[in-house]
């Protein structure tokens, strides 16, 4: 009878001991190159390490909204300075950023003839910024969630042209899958 409980004991402090073990470090990466993407969001995302906590991110983003009519569309561009929190587990990587916003919104009424102007292009630039936890899978991959915000704004027709009626906090929530290089 005790040697029967002394195997599972054995087998049970071994997988015990094993996570004492340190993970052997993944091998620091200079670049990202992937995809984020939320049921509203679609882009793509490219990052430079500088150094072991920061970091150049660029980002493309196509945005679709139910709300627009059949010509329209609306595109973003981020860049942002990242600052990666140092942590023990290489595995996890939280990050924090801040930057620019670029939005663009394309706009089209369709065929009206009471008014100048039935279509253009409304562009702003404005601050931004988001917070995220990457978990790396292998030196040559990771996953991550990010919460990105920015100054952004509703738009309307106003006076024969499509204007800013009002700023907004945007916040975007975004999964994201990376190919470190």
């Not at 390490?49 to 059949?70: E, I, S, W």
């Not at 860049?79 to 919104?105: C, D, F, H, K």
């Not at 024969?160 to 975004?174: F, T």
């Amino acid at each position: 009878m005790k040697k029967q409980l002394l195997l599972p004991l054995l087998l049970l402090s071994t997988g015990l001991a094993a996570q004492d073990i340190p993970a052997s470090p993944y091998e620091p990466y200079k670049t990202a190159v992937g995809i984020l993407a939320n049921p509203r969001l679609l882009g793509i995302q490219a990052e430079r390490r500088v150094g072991p906590h920061f970091g150049l991110r660029l980002a493309a983003t196509q945005v679709f909204d139910y709300h627009q009519r059949q010509n329209e569309f609306s595109a973003g561009g981020l860049g942002l300075l990242t600052y990666y929190l140092p942590v023990r587990n290489s595995r996890i990587e939280p990050v924090l950023g801040v930057g620019a916003v670029y939005s663009l919104y394309h706009w089209n009424l369709g065929i009206t003839t009471n008014m100048r102007n039935t279509k253009g292009n409304l562009q702003d630039v404005n601050l931004g910024g988001g917070a995220g936890m990457n978990l790396r899978f292998s030196n040559g991959f990771r996953a991550g969630f990010s919460l990105l915000a920015a100054n952004g704004f509703r738009a309307e027709y106003v006076e024969n042209d499509m204007r800013i009626v009002e700023r907004r906090l945007l916040v975007l929530p975004a999964l994201s899958l990376d190919v470190l290089l």
